[in-house]
C-alpha cells in the first residue's frame, strides 16, 4: 500500500471558502487539490493501491479534521483542479458540526482530528518517510515491498512542533530532487519511482509473486 499524509496549514476547516479563490481565501486549497488528484489519477484509472490523508490543522479553532481518501473504494474524484476542490469543500461543510466520522462520498472519510496523535500514529507505520528538501535522495531508498507512508506539507512549512514530531521520530528524510518542487509534483515523482520499481518487478518474468493474503 502507498500511503500519503498531506498537512494542510491554511485551508478554512469548515469549509467556508470560495472555489473562485481557492490560492487565496481558500488557504491554498489550489495546491491540496492538485496532489489529492495526482496522487490517484492515471490516464484512465484511479490508483487503487493508494490512500491519502490531508490534516487540516488551520487555526484558529475550530478543532482539525482529516479527509481520508482510500483508493479502493473512491469515486466521483476527476483530474481537475476544481472539481477536486469540490469534492473536499463539501466533506469538509458536510460535517463541520459532527463530532464523528462521516462518509460523504464513496471513499472518502471526514474525522475530527488530534493532529500530533495523527502525525506520530503514520510516523510509527511501516515504511515511512519525510519528504522534504535536503533529504537522501529516494531512488536509493528501501523501503519494506509493497508499503510505504509518506508525510509532506503543502506550501507551508512544517510547522515547529510538526517539525520537531518528524525529528524525533527517527524517519528517513527523502527528497525527489535537487530542486524545489510543488507538492503535487513531489507526490507525482514518488508514485513513478514506486511504479518503477513495483510494478516493474511484479510484471518480471521469473519474478516471485506477491504473497496472498494471510488466512
Excluded: C
Excluded at 469548515?14 to 496532489?35: H, I, Q, T, W, Y
Excluded at 479553532?61 to 482529516?66: E, F, G, L, V
Excluded at 469515486?75 to 481537475?80: E, M, Q, T, V
Amino acid at each position: 500500500m502507498r500511503r500519503f499524509l498531506l498537512l494542510a496549514h491554511r485551508v478554512p476547516v469548515r469549509g467556508d471558502f470560495s472555489l473562485n479563490d481557492l490560492a487565496g481565501l481558500g488557504g491554498r486549497m489550489d495546491e491540496v487539490a492538485r496532489a489529492v488528484s495526482t496522487a490517484f489519477t492515471l490516464s484512465n484509472e484511479l490508483r487503487r493501491d493508494t490512500v491519502l490523508t490531508v490534516l487540516f490543522v488551520a487555526s484558529p479553532p475550530p478543532a482539525a479534521r482529516r479527509i481520508d481518501l482510500v483508493g479502493e473504494r473512491l469515486r466521483y474524484l476527476n483530474p481537475d483542479e476544481r472539481s477536486t476542490a469540490a469534492l473536499l469543500k463539501n466533506a469538509l461543510t458536510r460535517t463541520a458540526d459532527r463530532p464523528a466520522e462521516l462518509e460523504p462520498s464513496p471513499g472518502l472519510r471526514v474525522t475530527p482530528a488530534d493532529p500530533p496523535r495523527v502525525l506520530a500514529d503514520f510516523l510509527a507505520r511501516p515504511g515511512a518517510a519525510w519528504l522534504t528538501e535536503g533529504g537522501d535522495p529516494l531512488s536509493g531508498w528501501d523501503p519494506p515491498e509493497g508499503d510505504a507512508a509518506f508525510v509532506l506539507s503543502d506550501p507551508d512549512d512544517p510547522t515547529a512542533e510538526e517539525t520537531a514530531a518528524l525529528r524525533a521520530s527517527g524517519v528517513p528524510r527523502l527528497s525527489v530532487g535537487p530542486r524545489s518542487m510543488r507538492t503535487s509534483q513531489v507526490i507525482d515523482a514518488v508514485q513513478r519511482e514506486l511504479d518503477l520499481r513495483w510494478d516493474a518487478r511484479s510484471s518480471t518474468p521469473g519474478a516471485p509473486a506477491p504473497a496472498g493474503p494471510a488466512r
